[in-house]
T-cell receptor, first 113, second 112 residues
Framework: NAGVTQTPKFQVLKTGQSMTLQCAQD?????MYWYRQDPGMGLRLIYY???????DKGEVPNGYNVSRLNKREFSLRLESAAPSQTSVYFC????????????FGSGTRLTVV | DQQVKQNSPSLSVQEGRISILNCDYT??????FLWYKKYPAEGPTFLIS?????DKNEDGRFTVFLNKSAKHLSLHIVPSQPGDSAVYFC???????????FGKGTSLLVTP
């Protein structure tokens, strides 16, 4: 089925460990995004990539890095995980401007202990 | 500072009645507004949107109203069904830009 695929679905990390969250879309969308969802905080933008080859910081970029590997893939890296990064992470994509509405992946639930 | 605000964390409505979810925004540059629906353990899904040049948009049981002077929009669901029970996020973008600003969400419970 066409859509946005995130891996892994669940992950537990120890403080200080690193990991990369993977995201791939097969809809030929230009723009891709990483959001985190925390209780009572809604969805907050971490980083986005308006097009292949470009990335920009969002509202809460500290502690994260991203790579737009190609048009399909947009990864999020935690270099040294902290308990404050415990969250549900969503990847999304859109064909062009946001007026078309994002397509979201099903999320990665990350716990940092 | 939150530019999109959903001040009601939760709402409970009886099946068949109208559900009204509210959203306020502070940024006058926002010109496109969207509603997303989210079930537990799933990603949000796009529900309905409205451009700032309109004041109403309908799609089946769902209608979004926009009051630009009050910087307020609302989502009406008529009639409400138990399957509508989910978290609803209001979102906005400026100049059809590349990133959406989301509210904190309202959890809707539709009881039989």
């Amino acid at each position: 089925n066409a859509g946005v695929t995130q891996t892994p679905k669940f992950q537990v990390l120890k403080t200080g460990q690193s990991m990369t969250l993977q995201c791939a879309q097969d809809m030929n969308h230009n723009s891709m995004y990483w959001y985190r969802q925390d209780p009572g905080m809604g969805l907050r933008l971490i980083y986005y990539s308006a097009s292949e080859g470009t990335t920009d910081k969002g509202e809460v970029p500290n502690g994260y890095n991203v790579s737009r590997l190609n048009k399909r893939e947009f990864s999020l890296r935690l270099e040294s995980a902290a308990p404050s990064q415990t969250s549900v992470y969503f990847c999304a994509s859109v064909a062009g401007a946001t007026t078309y509405g994002y397509t979201f992946g099903s999320g990665t639930r990350l716990t940092v202990v | 500072d939150q530019q999109v605000k959903q001040n009601s964390p939760s709402l409970s409505v009886q099946e068949g009645r109208i559900s009204i979810l509210n959203c306020d925004y502070t940024n006058s540059m926002f010109d496109y507004f969207l509603w997303y629906k989210k079930y537990p353990a799933e990603g949000p899904t796009f529900l309905i949107s409205i451009s700032s040049i309109k004041d109403k948009n309908e799609d089946g049981r769902f209608t979004v109203f926009l009051n630009k002077s009050a910087k307020h929009l609302s989502l009406h669901i008529v009639p409400s069904q138990p399957g509508d029970s989910a978290v609803y996020f209001c979102a906005a973008s400026a100049n059809s830009g590349y990133a959406l600003n989301f509210g904190k969400g309202t959890s809707l419970l539709v009881t039989p």
